[in-house]
């Protein structure tokens, strides 16, 4: 014979805080704590406010949690609005490859490689700030723009249009800031051209690959 299920409506009333403990906590708690996983994804996912431009920091050398956040904060508070939610958001991607390293640990080194792989086959960064190692690259794999790409923009830096995009950080007004001391010496601000970026004949890639040049045009300008 099966064992017999006990309701709560059978266990005398004496009895039923124990027989909750006993019987349906765990359950309970565990329900609970689902729930709470779900609202935090959807809270980070979902219903998170969506970044205005995309930055990805390509170094040999790890950047400092202190420089990705100082960009944050001056994004939030000098840069673009475009999808209309009244918030300067920026996302920095830091990725960071070390052929020595990865030479000495070629399991941190395929790691470092696989994440650098992966964020290159999103083309969602299009502002990148590279140092040059990498900077040598990404030239090699064709993801260094002229300023052709910036389009209508392309002279307002009075360079040649088919000349390659690589600003030091030194020399640009949104880094000389003091939180920067010492934190810009070797890095250069470029971006992904528009052949490199999957864009085709996509409407909404060309859009968002424009608010992307004039992110670069707001923070470089």
Request: charged letters at 25%; hydrophobic letters at 40%.
């Amino acid at each position: 014979m099966a064992d017999h299920m006990i309701k709560m409506s059978e266990v005398p009333k004496g009895q039923r805080y124990q027989q909750f403990k006993d019987y349906y906590r765990i359950p309970l708690i565990c329900a609970l704590v689902g729930v709470i996983m779900v609202i935090s994804i959807l809270k980070s996912t979902v219903f998170a406010p969506k970044p205005d431009a995309y930055l990805l920091v390509a170094t040999k050398n790890d950047v400092s949690a202190e420089f990705t956040a100082s960009v944050e904060t001056l994004y939030t508070e000098n840069g673009n609005d475009f999808n209309g939610d009244e918030k300067n958001l920026i996302s920095i991607t830091p990725v960071s490859y070390n052929p020595l390293q990865a030479k000495t640990d070629p399991e941190v080194g395929m790691a470092m490689q696989t994440k650098l792989m992966a964020v290159l086959s999103t083309a969602e960064n299009i502002m990148q700030i590279v140092d040059d190692d990498m900077f040598e690259y990404f030239s090699e794999q064709g993801l260094i723009g002229t300023y052709s790409d910036l389009g209508k923009s392309e002279t307002e830096f009075g360079k040649a249009p088919s000349e390659i995009i690589k600003i030091p950080l030194s020399e640009i007004g949104f880094f000389k800031g003091e939180e920067f001391i010492g934190k810009t010496d070797g890095l250069y601000m470029t971006i992904r051209p528009r052949d490199g970026s999957q864009l085709g004949e996509n409407k909404k890639k060309i859009a968002r690959y424009e608010e992307q040049i004039e992110a670069f045009l707001t923070i470089c300008k």
